[in-house]
């Protein structure tokens, strides 16, 4: 049997405080969202200025991340590659960039997904949120 590794309350802390002081550093309004490793959500947090739909949206791309075991952005790259019946895959949503899965010894121990800027920007800033944990 082999032994997992889970996200702690204060990975998750350390993890969306990096990400707010990317989101800040570069004044993007945004929201960040970091589940487990089954896409349950852990951490919900709008900065201020915030779009509100960008609550729904950050929670989405991670649940898709951590279930889908990669970043949300291979999902998009499907369906703008053309296979648009993706899109009735069951419980998969966010299928936008921005969603990143938090890899440990080779296993997915969680995501955090982000929403509000440029979708390249919202992955720097969740990149930047897994980053504080020095995998």
Request: aromatic residues 4%; without cysteine; hydrophobic residues 50%.
């Amino acid at each position: 049997m082999k032994t997992k590794s889970f996200l702690e309350l204060a990975d998750v802390k350390a993890i969306a405080a990096a990400a707010e002081a990317e989101a800040l550093k570069n004044n993007w309004a945004v929201t960040i969202a970091i589940s487990d490793d089954a896409g349950n959500l852990l951490w919900l947090q709008r900065l201020d200025g915030a779009a509100a739909l960008s609550s729904h949206i950050a929670p989405a791309k991670a649940h898709t991340a951590a279930m889908g075991r990669r970043e949300s952005k291979v999902y998009e790259d499907i369906i703008n590659g053309g296979r648009s019946a993706f899109l009735t895959a069951p419980a998969v949503q966010g299928l936008l960039e921005g969603g990143v899965p938090i890899v440990k010894d080779g296993q997915v121990i969680g995501a955090v997904g982000v929403s509000g800027v440029k979708s390249n920007e919202d992955a720097q800033i969740a990149k930047a949120g897994i980053a504080a944990l020095g995998l």
